[in-house]
């Protein structure tokens, strides 16, 4: 009978081992997923600060920019749904933006001072209603060759007009 | 008087709870039956206190006290009575009344259960339920309590309160903000107490395990006492999940159902480790396998139905610097972080004890398959919290911040849903304990061969995405494979019995409920499955500025803007409405009426589509802008969403099919139970 216990145990072991090579097999094709699908389709916050220092070195990426509306800026062909306006830069971080007197106060500092980096916007699609002079704009889509940002989603804040209010989102 | 009344109860219950803690540890450690039992009606007191507690609530939200600083963030005088009733759940600190209601019905009622034969684990499964009732009932208490006032003080400044402050008076308002729009529909209505009944339910099996490791009861009795709890926990956590995604579909307006949120995800992870172990348990009972990995299954579900009613309700996850703003986020890690450590060193402990000496004997086996689709399972929730935790990590070690989107995790999750559906077709034809290629293969290639039909046919029909062409086989696969084994075992019973086939079939359905009910689970999963690839691959979109009288096409669909009108009504809303009148190729099929609603009183636009829904597809308008003099026109934005009812009745399937698996069946006697399971390996049915 000694025989056979052992094949029995090379028989489990052989199994456990098929069992190893399968489960790390599925661990490493998660991972996999994971590493390429991060790198395909991470989206960058920047400031327009950040967006004009690093220029050419980011196009083509997915970006995130967040800005002040200057409302003298704002164009909008309802035929076409072209929108285009320009922001103003804002700090990136909450904190900033919190010592800096609250996210009405930096909006109003922004749109004011005609030093701070400008970022040209062109979004197809409808013309939100929070889209007015101070609003915060929070847009993705990359930037083109020739400077100007090429959003694809507009987000909008408004610190002035209800404290609780969702940002109103479109799409296209 | 109400107020009081409701923190009153409250306050009592809570109280009520620490003593039930105490009661049954102390019991146990005495060894002295009558402290549990104290213990025990202690726990069955919890369900009438609180019904006490939230029927004030409901009072109070319904006579419009706008002074309770709760009410008058929730209702407003417009407000219909139905929805001053749902603003239970509608905000934070309501929410978390409304959660410890449900759950001390849970609790209530599992002290009633006939607990003869388990009487070792009672104590544990009151202490745990009680701690995890205990910590809601302390956060609506102390940190978010409902029952606040609003008081003014002499500076002229309003703080929130429960009890009076010095110098200051009440202050009553005459309306409140009301309810946010978006939540005024009936599907979000419905979503959150399913979402939240799903949510507590699952607390009763992870007692169970608690209470098994606790008392070192290392078979598989604590998994049959909560099989039905488990399934009726998944039901409600299915049937939130489903409701909120057609919620969105009507309401949200971006024409979607699905948008991986945070918010999303966070109440689909504990469905995920949920789904994952109400088939792996199967393998403990059948095979007295991976009982380590049960263990670890449930716990994460626990924890994440904890981290998932917190964070379905706070917001931390859109800006990480929100956690120093709301007290309970602290409260929610350093709980989530406790109970973790508690009962994953508890299963440490007892590691030694759950070993077995059994081992999966073939790759192919059906046990190695249901491991399969855990790993699967586990993959998904790997990305999901990947997903939602990148952007935090990276802001944290690089500075730099990043988020991941819908891209990300569809690319991700893609090819394990896939491998996910094509295994939910193999692995009912595989044998328990031994399968081979050979044995696989002769069950599976006449379904195989049959579900090729579905992809040829959408290559005759047109498509040539060859992700819509895999998915649709994998669909089409699981379908037949279904069916197959339906009629097989139809068709055998009715042969050994003598039975009609349809009554055959009704029987066969009767007497093993969890197995077909699974099975049409899996129908419904697969019609889920057709929907989605429709509108994830083929939706198709278009906008455009119209006037009066112009149209607009997409796909074989044209549609003419035919008027608007814009009026108040009395509910407090500003009402924009267009008709469209839709053709489809040529043919008039119907109008469309697409809205756009603006609340006065929240300042809260919200946009009302026009569908026109068959089983072919959806055309969806959305009205999104106007002009109200001028004659320039609107402007609409449409989808033409194809297949998409296809995921609505696969919801509906799949719920049903739930239904029947967890639908009491007479108890069978233990022997007979025991007997079977120590019957010769042939024997097995299932």
Redesign the interface.
Known sequence: MEPRASASTVN?SA??L??LI??LL??A??IY??V???Q??????MTVAELHEKGSQVLGRDL?VSGAVIGDTIQYD??T?TLRFTVAHVP?S??EIEAQGGLAAVLHAAVTDPSRPRLEIVYH???P?LLRHEAQAIVTGKLGEDGVFYAEELLLKCPT??EE??P????? | MITELGYGTLAITFFLALYGIGAAIWGVQKRKPEWVESARNAMLLTFPLLTISCASMIYLLVNGNYEVEYVSSVTSNSMPLYLRITALWGGQAGSLLFWSWLMSAFASAVTLRNWQRDREFLPWVIVVSLVTLGFFLGLTLFVENPFDRLWLLPNGIAVKSFFAREGAIPFYQSDGKGL?P?LRHPGMIVHPPMLYLGFVSFVIPFAFAIAALITNRTDDRWIQITRRWSLVAWLFLSLGLILGARWAYDVLG?GGYWGWDPVEIAAFMPWLTGTAFLHSVMIQEKRGMLKHWNMILIILTYNLVIFGTFLTRSGVLS???SFAQSAIGPLFFVYIGASSALSLGLLLHRWQDLKTDL?????LSRE?LF??NN??FM?IL??CF?GVI?PLLSEIITG??????P???E???A??FAALLLLMGIAPLAAWRHSTLQTLGKAVWKPTLVSLLAPLTAVLLGVRNLAALIGFWLAAFVACVTLYEYGRAAIARSRTHGESLPLAFWNLVGRNRRRYGGYIIHLGVVLMAIGILGIELFQKET???LARGEELRLGPYTMRFESLAVFDTADGRNVARAVVSVYKNGRFVGELYPRRDYYYE????MTIPGVRSTMEDDFYVLL??W?PISS?GA?F?VYQNPLVNWLWLGGFVFILGTLIAAWPESEKSPAIARAKRQAPLGAEAS
């Open positions: 489990v199994n456990r098929k069992f399968g489960g599925i661990v094709a998660v997923l994971i390429t699908s991060t395909a389709s991470a989206q960058y916050f995130r309802p035929q749904l990136g909450n904190r699609g409808v013309k209603d007009k209800y209010a969702l109103e989102q479109s799409e296209g | 946010n978006l971006w800006s990480v610097h081992h999966m004997t073939s790759v190695a491991l399969l790993l699967l993959g790997v990305i990947w990148f730099q911040k990043v988020t991941v989107g891209p990300f995790y690319r991700a999750t090819p394990l906008q455009a500025t929240s300042q809260q636009p999104v802008d002009q320039a402007t934005k």
